[in-house]
């Protein structure tokens, strides 16, 4: 397909969404105004379900299906990111200490501080997630603290410890077990935030854990053969 054909295929589709955002924008009540369609059919349903939070109404029950989406853009660039940074045949992983990926030369307040805020960081992201249909949102909030705590080994210098915090095969098997999971709570019907919210905090945490382990591992402990031939 040619460079213009690409161009007049996307004028046409940029075209029609425009049409229909302006039918649609058209069509929206007055700001400001008492009537609210959407509004009062999202209260009407949460009520019925008895649900604590509106938000986490919408997004695990009236809205489940676009969730799923969410989190399956998510697992697939983790996947992504694990298939295009993994280890290629002209690349090998350096000897530990080799180039000083080791524990870096931090202050040591800063090495406290991190491995302070760790366990508290943990204990807040399991919290979000537990209270997530309590609260707008929840599960993938608590996710992504819970993911990006573990990593705060890495900013107090202690790389070796994170990596082994953080098995790599263990948080791909989990990561595809909570968007599964997902998929068949959602399949099953209304009234299942609690555990809808839970297998979203499981696998947005585990999708943000790998996604930074590739980036390191690239970062730190792999290098192609000519950049070794060049420093040797």
């Not at 919408?58 to 697992?75: K, P, S, W």
């Not at 990926?101 to 997630?129: E, K």
């Not at 905090?201 to 730190?220: D, I, M, R, T, W």
Request: charged residues 20%; aromatic residues 10%; hydrophobic residues 50%.
């Amino acid at each position: 397909m040619s460079r213009r054909t690409r161009f007049a295929v996307f004028a046409v589709g940029a075209a029609g969404l425009m049409v229909l955002f302006v039918l649609a924008a058209f069509r929206l009540p007055d700001f400001g105004g008492r009537f609210h369609p959407y509004g009062e059919r999202a209260v009407t349903a949460a009520i019925a379900e008895k649900t604590k939070n509106v938000v986490s109404s919408v997004n695990f029950d009236q809205r489940a299906f676009d969730t799923v989406g969410e989190e399956l853009i998510l697992f697939a660039s983790a996947l992504g990111a694990v298939v295009l940074l993994r280890m290629v045949r002209r690349e090998r992983e350096e000897e530990a200490g080799e180039h000083g990926y080791g524990p870096a030369d931090v202050f040591d307040a800063l090495r406290l501080t991190g491995y302070l805020l760790l366990p508290v960081t943990l204990l807040v992201g399991v919290y979000i997630v537990a209270h997530g249909h309590l609260s707008p949102g929840g599960g993938f909030q608590g996710g992504v603290v819970l993911g990006t705590a573990l990593h705060l080994l890495y900013l107090t210098g202690d790389y070796p410890a994170l990596a082994r915090l953080r098995p790599v095969p263990v948080f791909e098997t989990a990561e595809a077990l909570g968007a599964g999971a997902f998929v068949v709570l959602g399949l099953a019907g209304a009234g299942l935030l609690i555990p809808m919210n839970s297998v979203v905090g499981l696998e947005v945490g585990c999708a943000f854990v790998l996604v930074l382990a590739k980036f390191f591992e690239q970062a730190l402990l792999v290098r192609t053969d000519e950049a070794g031939k060049e420093g040797s």
